[in-house]
C-alpha cells in the first residue's frame, strides 16, 4: 500500500486537460484499476493516472535508496478512438540523505599479540551528498561475541593520529573519538566527523580500522565479528 511520504502530482505529462472523447491509460499488463484512476506499481513508487484528465501523481516508496542513480520509464497511451498515441514518463531517483556504502571487509585469522591488524586497507565509502559533519562511524563486535580485557579496536596507518579525542588525517582535525566508545578492551570504537571532513579523508580513516588482541589468553577465540557502519546525520536542505 501506499506510504505517507509526499507524492508528486503532475499536470505536464498531457497538460491536465479534458478533451472531449480522449481517454488515457498505462500500457502494460500489470495495471490495477481504481475508480477514475489506474495504477501500476514501479520499483521507484506507485504511479496513478487519471482517466479523464490525463493528471499523473507518483507516490515514491518510503526509502528508494537502493534506486538511486537507476531510471524507469512508465508509457502512457492517449486515444481518441481512432488513434493511438504514446508517451513515456521517466522516474529518476537523485539519493538524497541515503545511507554510506561500505566495502572491503573480508575474514582474516589473527595470532594473539601479533599486533594490530587492519581490517579494510582497500575498502571504499560510497555516498551520494558527501557531507560528513555530525556523522557517526562506530566499530563494533557483534553483540554474541565475548569481549575480553586486551580487544582493541584503533586506527593504524601512517596518515592518522589520535591526539586526546582528536582524529586526525595528514595533521587535519577531521572528528573526534568517544570518550566511552575509545576502542579499548572490548569496548566499541566510535568517531563524529566535523564539518571539514572530507570523503576522501572519511575514507583515510574507514581504511585504517585495526584490531589488535595485546594479551594472551588460555583459550582462544574463534569468528570473532566486527562490524563496521556509517550513520549520517539528516540533513534535509531545511
Known sequence: AP??????????????????????????????????????????????????????????????????????????????????????????????????????????????????????????????????????????YAPSDVRLQGDTLLFEGDNISIVGSDVSVAGSVVGTVSTTNNGLNGAALEVTFNASATHAEVEAVYQAIAFEQTTNHPTGKDNLRIAVSITKTLNDGG
Open 3 to 140: 506510504d505517507t511520504h509526499p507524492e508528486i502530482v503532475s499536470n505536464e505529462i498531457f497538460g491536465g486537460l479534458q478533451v472531449a472523447g480522449v481517454t488515457y491509460s498505462i500500457f502494460g499488463n500489470s495495471v490495477v484499476e481504481a475508480g477514475d484512476e489506474e495504477y501500476v506499481d514501479t520499483a521507484h513508487g506507485r504511479v496513478y493516472l487519471h482517466k479523464s484528465s490525463g493528471v499523473v501523481r507518483v507516490q515514491p516508496i518510503s526509502d528508494p535508496s537502493d534506486q538511486a542513480g537507476l531510471r524507469e520509464t512508465v508509457t502512457f497511451l492517449v486515444t481518441d478512438g481512432d488513434n493511438i498515441g504514446t508517451h513515456d514518463l521517466h522516474l529518476d531517483v537523485t539519493g538524497v540523505n541515503d545511507a554510506p556504502i561500505l566495502s572491503g571487509n573480508d575474514n582474516y585469522t589473527y595470532q594473539e599479540a601479533s599486533g594490530p591488524l587492519v581490517l579494510a586497507s582497500t575498502g571504499t565509502v560510497s555516498d551520494a551528498e558527501q557531507d560528513w559533519d555530525g556523522s557517526r562511524l562506530v566499530v563494533d
